[in-house]
Nanobody
Framework: QVQLVESGGGLVQAGGSLRLSCAAS????????MGWFRQAPGKERELVGS????????YYTDSVKGRFTVSRDNAKNTVYLQMNSLKPEDTAVYYC??????????????WGQGTQVTVSS
């Protein structure tokens, strides 16, 4: 089991920045692909970005490329989502996730409780 706890959400104006953090505990953090999903009202949960533990290879959904950055600190068992140039359409509940592939689709997956990000226009 992996336990994930997010922090750092909140309300920000369009064009602003936020950094989300996700602290992991339980099984070896460095074994897992870590990522961030989001779910807006009435929409499906989507993968925003992810990072492979060893190679540092990352994935980003097209709508956030160039604005969001996923990073991890294996020594602190923490993954981050730096969000810049935020837009109202980025408003959603953001979930930290751990899995075994770049898209966190297969195998055992673990989820945080979610943190609300609201971007005002």
């Amino acid at each position: 089991q992996v336990q994930l706890v997010e922090s750092g959400g909140g309300l920000v104006q369009a064009g602003g920045s936020l950094r989300l953090s996700c602290a992991a505990s339980g099984r070896t953090f460095s074994n897992y692909v870590m990522g961030w999903f989001r779910q807006a009202p009435g929409k499906e949960r989507e993968l925003v970005g992810s990072v492979i533990p060893t190679s540092g290879t990352t994935y980003y959904t097209d709508s956030v490329k160039g604005r969001f950055t996923v990073s991890r600190d294996n020594a602190k068992n923490t993954v981050y989502l730096q969000m810049n140039s935020l837009k109202p359409e980025d408003t959603a509940v953001y979930y930290c996730a751990a899995g075994t592939d770049l898209y966190i689709r297969t195998g055992p997956r673990y989820w945080g409780q979610g943190t609300q990000v609201t971007v005002s226009s």
